[in-house]
Antibody, heavy 123, light 109 residues
């Protein structure tokens, strides 16, 4: 069974930093692209960042580019999100999400989500 | 960046009724790289449909997706009590950025 378990959320002051982790199990972590997606309270979903299976390619949404860094550790089957210079508008539930390449239709589609971890940026 | 606009914002229906949800893209979505995700309150989203029309593993056949280009539809043929939730369309592809629609809430009438 695919499991993605996020941790590391909490209350942080504006301008502060936080590192989120996502522990993956139930699949061969090295074979999948991974993502971070967030959801502000009462709002919709916002894709934030993507890392290729090798870790060699990373992409970011404009809203977090230059402030957030995605990384992965294959030995630990873990995904990370280093969040710096946090702002009030970064307050959200942060989801770790796996992407699968579907050969019948092409493209990397998010197919599994973690339960999320809440980050609150407030003084 | 492709902007996805979902309509209606809220759909009020009764169990057994048919639900039709729309997702319109600001530009052509390549090769039907369009997915639908379901989210229930307090839960993580779940993938329902990818490739615009292919059901993900374990998804009941009352869920169907259609469309291409810029106009896509998710249809729930006969609503079950567990289907009342928020539904998001998402465009994806071979590389990000990827975007989500703002969501359609299907609520019980």
């Amino acid at each position: 069974e695919v499991q993605l378990v996020e941790s590391g959320g909490g209350l942080v002051q504006p301008g502060g930093s936080l590192r989120l982790s996502c522990a993956a199990s139930g699949f061969t972590f090295n074979n999948y692209e991974m993502n971070w997606v967030r959801q502000a309270p009462g709002k919709g979903l916002e894709w934030l960042s993507y890392i290729s299976e090798s870790g060699g390619n990373m992409y970011y949404a404009d809203s977090v580019k230059g402030r957030f860094i995605i990384s992965r550790d294959s030995a630990k089957n873990s995904l990370y999100l280093q969040m710096n210079s946090l702002r009030a508008e970064d307050t959200a539930v942060y989801y770790c999400a796996r992407a699968t390449y579907y050969y019948d239709s092409g493209g990397y589609c998010i197919d599994y989500w973690g339960q999320g971890t809440l980050v609150t940026v407030s003084s | 960046e492709i902007v996805l606009t979902q309509s209606p914002g809220t759909l009020s229906l009764s169990p057994g009724e048919r639900a039709t949800l729309s997702c319109r893209a600001s530009q052509i979505v390549g090769t039907t790289y369009l997915a639908w995700h379901q989210q229930k309150p307090g839960q993580a989203p779940r993938l329902l449909i990818y490739g615009a029309s292919t059901r993900a593993t374990g998804i009941p056949d009352r869920f169907s997706g259609s469309g291409s280009g810029t106009d896509f539809t998710l249809t729930i043929s006969s609503l079950e009590p567990e289907d009342f939730a928020v539904y998001y369309c998402q465009q994806y592809g071979n590389a990000p950025p990827w975007t989500f629609g703002q969501g359609t809430k299907v609520e019980m009438k």
